[in-house]
């Protein structure tokens, strides 16, 4: 099963009505290509599932921060979750609403906390008692009130890759839930703080709800006895973390998640927010590669790519699988099996790996499913510019960033004097 909107036709590879070939002639590969309409119906199918509960959608920004994916994301009157200055800075350059912005993060500065606190986002997620204090005394500062919840951490196990666990005892993120409620007391008496919700976010790639069903019973049992201390929220953050399909995992389908949410919370009358990322634009995303060389010995194939580890992460990081497929069936090449690799100097260095392919130099490939933690984790290892980015809609195609030039890449360096 998969949720994603490409299709072949006339041995071409379309996506949104735009053939991907032309994409990759006009703009040149390595590059990520997106569809408008995968993104919106993922955020629709999200927002409308609630009904009539009173629900915030925050686009987790971290997932894919361009500004023409905020800026759409804003056209839907989505909220945003963000996790630095940088991204808060990105969803004002997109029109997003200020007043719909939720602030996460472990380690937020003292100007990032006054810049939130000064264009009057929602919500700070607080992750810890000294966090607390820090937001506490920058609200004090410029006289106004800050809104805060607790990222509880409910200690339950999300079951997905160790790196993107987050709601156990064993992680950096959010306050103890057996502190959380001392910590509320505490804040409910500060002047410069105004506690509005409860959050939390338990991890990435969930491919089973349950856990999340596990996180809510936990919050339900914290926030009876912020009620018993006269203690009353206004919201009900769950964060994000639904998984997506890559291969041949079932995540819940996003609506049906969704009404089970409304659901287990319907005798709390709170706001509901989600905060999700992957799912919103994941299988929305592809990224483009050309074959450079095919290179064998007596233990591999290797095709060698134009795109690498820098560009897409997460093969190397996580050692993640997304589908690789061709942009034309090249029917005159021999199929083998090939490790898809990258130019750069690691042996990690690798898009996929045990691939069967019938491909030959000059072949562009399509990695599938790379909307998601693809363009925004990557960097400039090994002096490679940052890659283009195009949008496809409804026939038509729109680059919403430049390929990166070398002399921008290296333009905020200096010579010794
Ligand atoms: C990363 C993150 C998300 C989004 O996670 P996805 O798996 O992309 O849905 C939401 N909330 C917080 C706090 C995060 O750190």
């Known amino acids: 099963m998969s949720e994603a909107k490409h299709y072949y036709q006339d041995n071409a590879l379309f996506l949104d009505g735009v053939n991907l070939n032309d994409v990759a002639n006009q703009h040149d590969t390595p590059c990520y290509v997106y569809s408008r309409s995968a993104i919106e119906e993922a955020w629709t199918e999200y927002d409308h599932a609630f009904g009539s509960a009173p629900h915030l959608v925050c686009y987790a920004v971290k997932a894919n921060s361009n500004i023409a994916i905020l800026n759409l994301m804003a056209k839907l009157g989505s909220g945003f979750d963000i996790v630095s200055l940088g991204e808060l800075e990105r969803v004002l350059a997109a029109k997003g609403d200020p007043a719909k912005v939720i602030f996460s993060g472990v380690g937020k500065k003292e100007v990032e906390i006054k810049r939130a606190l000064e264009i009057g986002i929602k919500c700070i997620n607080i992750e810890s008692e000294q966090e607390l204090y820090r937001v506490k005394d920058a609200a004090a500062d410029m006289g106004v009130k800050a809104p805060i919840s607790l990222r509880v951490n409910p200690n339950v196990d999300a079951k997905t890759h160790p790196y993107i666990s987050t709601g156990l005892k064993e992680n950096k ?209 090994n002096s490679r510019p940052k890659v283009a980015e195009i949008m496809v809609d409804n026939g038509t195609s729109h680059q919403i960033r430049q390929r990166e030039s070398i002399t921008e890449m290296f333009a905020a360096e200096e010579l010794l004097p």
């Open 173 to 381: 993120f959010g306050i103890d839930i057996d502190e959380a409620l001392r910590i509320y007391i505490d804040a409910s008496k500060m002047d410069s703080i105004e506690v509005t919700g409860v959050d939390c976010h338990i991890g990435s790639q969930l491919t089973d709800d349950s856990p999340y069903f596990d996180a809510i019973d936990k919050l339900i049992i914290l926030m009876d006895k912020l009620k018993d201390n006269g203690i009353n929220l206004h919201h009900i953050d769950i964060g994000g973390g639904l998984g997506i399909c890559y291969d041949d995992e079932t995540p819940p389908a996003k609506g049906e998640y969704v009404k089970r949410l409304v659901a287990a919370l319907a005798e709390q009358g709170l706001e509901i927010i989600v905060e999700p990322g992957r799912s919103i634009v994941g299988n929305a995303g592809y990224f483009l590669t050309t074959v450079e060389f095919l290179k064998s010995n007596e233990e591999k194939n290797f095709a060698i790519v134009d795109g690498a580890m820098n560009d897409l992460l997460r093969p190397s990081l996580y050692s993640a699988w997304q589908r690789i497929i061709p942009l034309k069936d090249n029917s005159q090449a021999e199929t083998k099996v090939y490790d898809i690799v990258g130019p750069v100097c690691e042996t990690g260095d690798f898009l996929g790996k045990e691939r069967e392919l019938a491909i030959e130099p000059g072949d562009i490939l399509a990695v599938c499913s790379a909307g998601a933690y693809g363009f925004s984790m990557s960097s400039n290892y």
